[in-house]
T-cell receptor, first 111, second 118 residues
Framework: GEDVEQSLFLSVREGDSSVINCTYT??????LYWYKQEPGAGLQLLTY?????DMKQDQRLTVLLNKKDKHLSLRIADTQTGDSAIYFC???????????FGAGTRLFVKA | GAVVSQHPSRVICKSGTSVKIECRSL??????MFWYRQFPKQSLMLMAT?????????EQGVEKDKFLINHASLTLSTLTVTSAHPEDSSFYIC??????????????FGPGTRLTVL
């Protein structure tokens, strides 16, 4: 079935790079997304990657996609305390809007 | 662009009452809107998908008579939790899908509504 898995916690020091990993099972995924959720708030779309790409860079964010292994990662360079949040990996499947979310990775940034 | 609002942001109600939550796409027309429920420290669970002018499609296990969804226009969808009980307490998030975003399959999320049923 459709499943998206992520590690639950990541702790880094301010200024270091953070790497959040995600695996998915559906090979028909068209887009893969990273969302950020701050406490008590909705989800903010951070970045996305089309399934025929293997890398996308957007300022401090780098997304790497290994389609063969169905592995997606989000690297945040120069992590700041304001980056502390929950990061959700998600895939859209079937060419439509249906989106499957991972459980979210809680990023703690220590000053 | 692509802003989605929800109202109210927080609501506390007594058991047995009904609560309506509004979801609006402010600067785009959303052909499809989604309602999710999020339990503490858990991911989003899709409850239903609604298309403007038609009946919502509910996910398995979601009671359509308890969670009434209306998508009357391309910018507004409402979720009504009928006869709410304490176990309905949760964070409800809506999202709107648009073909004008970075991808045709991208959803834009509202800020969420925290429902507490006493």
């Amino acid at each position: 079935g459709e499943d998206v898995e992520q590690s639950l916690f990541l702790s880094v020091r301010e200024g270091d790079s953070s790497v959040i990993n995600c695996t998915y099972t559906d090979s028909s995924s068209t887009y893969l997304y990273w969302y950020k959720q701050e406490p008590g708030a909705g989800l903010q779309l951070l970045t996305y990657i089309f399934s025929n790409m293997d890398m996308k860079q957007d300022q401090r964010l780098t997304v790497l996609l290994n389609k063969k292994d169905k592995h997606l990662s989000l690297r945040i360079a120069d992590t700041q305390t304001g980056d502390s949040a929950i990061y959700f990996c998600a895939e859209s499947i079937g060419g439509g809007f249906k989106t499957i979310f991972g459980a979210g990775t809680r990023l703690f940034v220590k000053a | 662009g692509a802003v989605v609002s929800q109202h109210p942001s927080r609501v506390i109600c007594k058991s047995g009452t009904s609560v309506k939550i509004e979801c609006r796409s402010l600067d785009f027309q959303a052909t499809t809107m989604f309602w999710y429920r999020q339990f503490p420290k858990q991911s989003l669970m899709l409850m239903a998908t609604s298309n403007e002018g038609s009946k919502a499609t509910y996910e398995q296990g979601v009671e359509k008579d308890k969670f009434l969804i209306n998508h009357a226009s391309l910018t507004l969808s409402t979720l009504t939790v009928t006869s709410a009980h304490p176990e309905d307490s949760s964070f409800y998030i809506c999202s709107a899908g648009t073909s004008g975003g970075p991808s045709t399959d991208t959803q834009y999320f509202g800020p969420g509504t925290r429902l507490t049923v006493l």
